[in-house]
C-alpha cells in the first residue's frame, strides 16, 4: 500500500474559503487529538507538574505588573524611603522565583516533547519493518527517509514550543489581562480590542505555514530520493559523465526548497509588524487617555505606570502565541505526513488463528498458483509444482519469466491471487510468518550487507551463534581464507553496503548467514552469480553439504549451478513448461537444452557439469 500526500487547494469564493476553513480546523482536532491519545497522555504526570510551574510563571509576570504600582507611587512618587528595601526584596522575589518556575516548566515540557516524538519516530520504524514487500517497492527509500528525519524533526521543534506556549503564554495572558482590568476596566476593555483583532491574520498566517511546510517537506523528500539515488549509483553516475546531470537535479532541488524556505520565513515574519501595529495602537491611545486621566488626578500615577507594565508585558506572550498557530501548522503537516506512513496497513498479516510452522520434512507444493503486480499482467499463471521434501529444484528460463516471483512466494513476500502455496500440506497463509520465515534461508542476486562487522553480517538472524559457529559457516562458504586476510579479520567492519568487499566475496558472506542459520528450506536466488570458476567450484561443494536433506529452491542463469538438481523448470511468460533432470531436458530439445547450447557455444563452463548430469 503506498503513502499519498495530504494537500488542501484552494477554490472557489468566500462560502468554499469557510467551508475549506471549517474542514481545516476539524482535521487539526482530530490530528491533534489523535496524537494526544496515541502518545501524550502516558506523560499527563509531567504534563500537571509543568502546568503548575506555568501557573506560577504567570502568577509572577503578573505580580511584576502589580508591584510597578507601588514602585511608581511610593518610591518614586512619595519618596517613601521606609518602602525602599520590603518592595526592592520582593520585586527580587517575584524575578527569582519566575526563574526557577520557568527551569522546571522548561525542563518537564521538554521531556514530556521530546518522549513523545521519540516515540513517534520509534512506532514509525516499527512499523515500516513490518510493512510488506510491495510497500516499499511503491515508496522511494529516500521518501521514508524523509519522514523518519525531516518531518519527525519538524514535530520534535512544534511539540516543546506549542507545549509551553500554550501553557505558558495563555495563562500569563490570562493574569495580565486581569491585572489591567483591575487596575482601569474602561483602558483595559479598549486595549483588548488587539486579542480579538490579531485573531484574523493569526489564522490566516497558520493557513499559509502549513501549505508551505507540507509542500517543503514533500520537495526534501525529493531531495533525499535524488542524494540515495546519487550516491548509491555513484559508479555509474561516473562511469556515463553524468555528474553535471546530476548536479543540475540536485541544483533545481534545492532551489525550490531555498524558495519554499523563503516564502515560510516571509509568512512567518510577517505576524511582527501585523502584532506590532495593533499592541502600539492600544499603548497609544492607553497613554493618551490614561495620562489625562493622571493629570485630571483621576489616577495615580503608579495605576497608570502599572497598567502600562502589564500591557507591555502581554507583548511578548502575544506575539508568542501568534507565532504558536503558525509552528501549530508546522507540526501537523509534519504529523499528517507521519499518520500516512502509520496508517498504510500491511496487506500480508498473520491470519486468525495462524498456527507455527513445523516443517517436518518440508515438501513444498504450488498449486494452480496465479499472481499479478499488475491487474491482467499475470506474472505467474497456473503454476502447478512439486518440491519434494530434501529434494532441490532448480527454475530456469529467460528474464521476466516469473521465476523470482514464484521464488517470493514461499516466504509470503507477497501472496497468491489465486491457488495456494503449501509446505507439509499447510497452506503457508495459515502459518504465523515469524514461524515460516525462521524455517527458511535466503541468499539473493542482490546481496544485502550492512555497516558492521563481518561476523555480525554472517551471523545476522542467527544471535545465538558462537564465533566458532560463524568461522564454521565462513568455511563452508569458501570466504574463511579472504577473511582472515583482512586486517581485523573477523571483526572487519564492512562499511556501507559492504562496498569494501569485492562482488565474490559479499556473495560467499551472504551464502555463510544463510548456511549458519541452517534453516530447512533454502531459497537461492542466483546466489553465485558473482562468483569466478573457482570460487563458484568452491562454494558449489558448501551449498551440496547444506542443501542435503534440506528442500531447496533454486534460480539461475548460469546453467552449471543447477545441473545436478533433482528437477529442472524451464519457465516462460509465467508458466512451467518443461520438468525434468538436465539429461531428460537436453534429450527433449525444448527451451532448456536451446538456453544450454547458447551458453556452451557462449563458452560458458558447462562441459564437466552437464556430462555429469546427464
Known amino acids: 500500500m503506498s503513502v499519498t500526500k495530504s494537500t488542501a487547494k484552494g477554490s472557489g469564493g468566500s462560502a468554499s474559503d469557510g467551508t475549506r476553513q471549517d474542514q481545516e480546523q476539524e482535521h487539526s482536532l482530530r490530528l491533534l487529538g489523535r496524537l494526544w491519545r496515541d502518545h501524550g497522555r502516558r506523560y499527563l504526570g509531567r504534563l500537571l507538574l509543568a502546568i503548575v510551574c506555568m501557573m506560577v510563571v504567570a502568577a509572577t509576570t503578573g505580580a511584576i505588573a502589580y508591584v510597578m504600582k507601588f514602585v511608581t507611587d511610593d518610591i518614586f512618587v512619595d519618596r517613601n524611603k521606609a518602602a525602599l528595601i520590603p518592595i526592592s526584596a520582593a520585586i527580587f522575589v517575584i524575578f527569582l522565583t519566575k526563574g526557577l518556575a520557568t527551569f522546571a516548566q522548561s525542563i518537564l515540557m521538554n521531556y514530556a516533547g521530546q518522549r ?22 511503491a515508496n522511494h527509500t529516500g521518501q521514508l527517509i524523509s519522514r523518519m528525519t525531516n518531518d519527525v524533526n519538524r514535530l520534535r521543534g512544534t511539540v516543546s514550543s506549542v507545549l509551553i506556549g500554550i501553557g505558558k503564554d495563555s495563562l500569563t495572558l490570562v493574569v495580565l489581562i486581569g491585572i489591567m482590568f483591575e487596575r482601569d476596566w474602561l483602558l483595559a476593555l479598549f486595549a483588548s480590542l488587539v486579542f480579538p483583532l490579531a485573531s484574523f491574520p493569526i489564522t490566516w498566517i497558520g493557513r499559509k505555514v502549513r501549505r508551505v511546510t507540507s509542500d517543503t517537506q514533500a520537495e526534501w523528500g525529493n531531495l533525499t530520493t535524488l542524494l540515495d539515488e546519487t550516491f548509491a549509483g555513484v559508479r555509474h553516475v561516473k562511469a556515463y559523465g553524468a555528474e553535471d546531470y546530476e548536479s543540475r537535479r540536485a541544483a533545481g532541488s534545492v532551489r525550490r526548497i531555498f524558495r519554499l524556505n523563503v516564502k515560510w520565513g516571509m509568512v512567518r515574519a510577517s505576524v511582527h509588524p501585523i502584532m506590532g501595529f495593533l499592541t502600539g495602537m492600544a499603548v497609544l491611545f492607553v497613554i493618551l487617555y490614561g495620562g489625562w486621566q493622571v493629570t485630571e488626578g483621576n489616577r495615580t500615577a503608579g495605576d497608570l505606570m502599572s497598567f502600562i507594565t502589564a500591557l507591555m ?22 504529523t499528517q505526513r507521519l499518520y500516512d506512513v502509520l496508517d498504510a496497513a500491511p496487506d500480508i498479516v498473520d491470519r486468525e488463528g495462524a498456527v507455527d510452522l513445523e516443517v517436518g520434512r518440508g515438501d513444498i507444493v504450488f498449486r494452480d498458483v496465479t ?20 529434494k532441490t529444484v532448480a527454475l530456469v528460463g529467460p528474464s521476466g519469466a516469473g521465476k523470482s516471483t514464484l521464488l517470493n512466494l514461499i516466504p509470503r513476500f507477497f501472496d497468491v491471487d489465486s491457488g495456494a502455496v503449501l509446505i507439509n500440506g499447510i497452506d503457508v497463509r495459515d502459518v504465523t510468518l515469524k514461524s515460516l520465515r525462521h524455517n527458511i534461508a535466503l541468499v539473493s542476486q542482490e546481496v544485502c550487507l550492512f555497516n558492521d562487522t563481518i561476523a555480525a ?7 545465538e551463534a558462537t564465533p566458532d559457529d560463524v568461522r564454521r559457516a565462513a568455511e563452508a562458504a569458501a570466504a574463511a581464507e579472504f577473511i582472515e586476510a583482512l586486517p581485523e579479520g573477523y571483526d572487519t567492519v564492512l562499511g556501507e553496503r559492504g562496498l569494501s568487499l569485492s562482488g565474490g566475496q559479499r556473495q560467499r558472506v551472504a551464502i555463510a548467514r544463510a548456511m549458519l542459520k541452517n534453516a530447512p528450506i533454502l531459497l537461492f536466488d542466483e546466489a553465485t552469480s558473482s562468483l569466478d570458476s573457482e570460487s563458484e567450484r568452491q562454494v558449489q561443494a558448501g ?9 531447496t529452491l533454486m534460480i539461475a542463469h548460469r546453467l552449471s549451478t543447477v545441473t545436478r538438481a533433482d528437477a529442472i523448470c524451464y519457465m516462460e511468460e509465467g508458466r512451467i513448461v518443461e520438468t525434468g533432470t538436465h539429461g531428460e531436458l537436453i534429450a527433449r530439445g525444448g527451451g532448456y537444452a536451446r538456453l544450454y547450447h547458447m551458453q556452451h557455444e557462449n563458452g560458458a563452463p558447462l562441459a564437466v557439469e552437464a556430462q555429469a548430469g546427464e
Open 371 to 390: 499472481f499479478s503486480y499488475k491487474e491482467d499482467q499475470p506474472a505467474v499463471n497456473g503454476v502447478d509444482l512439486v518440491i519434494p521434501a530434501g
Open 116 to 137: 513523545v516524538v521519540a516515540d513517534i519516530q520509534r512506532r514509525l520504524f516499527d512499523h515500516l519493518m513490518g510493512a510488506d514487500l510491495a510497500f516499499f517497492q
Open 313 to 334: 508585558l502581554a507583548y511578548e506572550p502575544l506575539k508568542r502565541l501568534a507565532a504558536l498557530n503558525a509552528n501549530l501548522q508546522e507540526g501537523l503537516a509534519a
Open 457 to 463: 553480517n554472517i551471523a545476522y538472524g542467527s544471535p
Open 543 to 551: 551449498l551440496e553439504r547444506l542443501m542435503e536433506g534440506r528442500t
